[in-house]
């Protein structure tokens, strides 16, 4: 029923009658439901989880009591986090995915009348829930600068620090490495940034297996940096959706106060348990996608009308010479779906998510066909 009475008033549209002015203007997060043979759009892992740790998975499941709520804390889990990680378990909180480990955080440090800082192009989510919690989102752009023959991304630190205040604690997101742009920016500029920052930095290390930078060890010298890691990348769970975070335990203590009550479901904990145990698959397949990743750039960068940026994850950011929307269309005629991305510097570029050897070298035999017409 889209018509009801209020008194005499008539109200046609509730949803954009009643909705909070700030969040009228968001765009809802809604990937591509294209069909295609080929998925490279959304930087997940191309192979599923071995059979037989979904059979220890299963075994487990079975002997479990669904009808009852599981663990709120996630105590098992982050038994085995605290051994990956080498934190104590009290620095670690676990999500559903690090979307949500991002929206707590938010939540608890974010809100009207306090700034998030994001250096953009940056992964969408910041900005969304950023903009859900009332706060105001200071996007900053990135540096785009030639070195040494490379094309790269990186922090314009003044330009951050302009925003930067102690009037209020503000928070701020730097992606380590980033997404969409693919690597890391320089260290240095970093640290620069922490030790100026009066807030919580959440640093989202949602693709720290690829080439294991962190910030993890260094909580004690910056106990307001707040780490962000998720098991859908190299884990290869994105369907399971777990993400966790690694902070001091006071940052852990408020994200508890902002979180669904039963937030990971008994089916995700078991499972990214399980995988932990699988570490010895896991580091096989992230070097696999990491000598794939190497092989596709050497590829892509061999054809002309196309600029291929550094990466340590496992995407390509790719800009064409030809319009991206005529790339990106006729990729998806053949069956292969990319992501497009919008924004100042993105207009005309591609991100794709490396595959399996086989949908990398139909990537590249389409692409030097769509090139060359
Ligand atoms: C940088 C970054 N952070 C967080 C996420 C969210 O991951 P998930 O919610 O699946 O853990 C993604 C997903 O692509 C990402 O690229």
């Known amino acids: 029923m889209d018509i009801s009475k209020h008194g005499e008033e008539i109200i046609i549209n509730p949803g954009l009658e009643f909705a909070r002015q700030d969040i009228l203007n968001l765009e809802p997060y809604k990937p591509s439901k294209e069909k295609c043979s080929i998925k490279l759009d959304a930087n997940e892992s191309p192979y599923d989880i071995p059979l037989e740790v979904k059979e220890r998975i299963w075994q487990r499941l079975k002997r479990e009591k669904i009808n009852f709520y599981y663990d709120p804390s996630c105590d098992e889990l982050r038994e085995e986090l605290s051994k990956y990680v080498g934190v104590s378990t009290e620095q670690i909180f676990v999500g559903s995915g690090s979307d949500e480990i991002i929206s707590d955080l938010l939540f608890a440090f974010a809100g009207p009348g306090r700034d998030v800082i994001i250096p953009v192009p940056a992964f969408s989510s910041y900005e969304i829930f950023a903009t859900v919690c009332g706060a105001r989102v ?127 479901t008994l089916f995700s904990q078991i499972a990214a348990v399980e995988i932990l145990k699988s570490l010895e698959w896991v580091w096989n397949l992230r070097d696999e996608l990491v000598k794939s990743r190497n092989e596709l750039k050497a590829e892509l960068g061999k054809m002309p009308g196309i600029r291929v940026y550094p990466s340590s994850t496992n995407f390509l950011l790719c800009e064409f010479e030809k319009p991206r929307d005529v790339v990106y269309e006729k990729l998806l005629e053949k069956g292969i779906l990319t992501r497009k991305l919008n924004g100042e510097k993105l207009e005309n570029v591609l991100r794709f998510c490396v595959g399996s050897p086989e949908q990398n070298k139909v990537l590249v035999d389409a692409l030097s066909q769509i090139l060359a017409e």
């Open 138 to 264: 200071i996007k900053v752009p990135l540096l785009l600068e030639q070195k040494e023959g490379f094309w790269r991304w990186d922090l314009d630190v003044e330009a951050m620090k302009k925003h930067f205040s102690k009037e209020q604690p503000q928070m701020m997101f730097l992606c380590y490495p980033n997404n969409p742009t693919g690597d890391y920016f320089s260290e240095e500029k970093i640290l620069d940034l922490i030790e100026s920052f009066y807030g919580i930095v959440a640093v989202d290390e949602a693709y720290f297996e690829f080439g294991r930078k962190t910030f993890a060890n260094r909580l004690s010298k910056y106990p307001h940096v707040a780490v962000i890691r998720t098991f859908s990348k190299v884990f290869s769970m994105a369907g399971l959706r777990v993400g966790y975070a690694i902070a001091h335990e006071s940052i852990i203590n408020q994200l508890y106060k902002v979180k669904l009550p039963y937030n990971v």
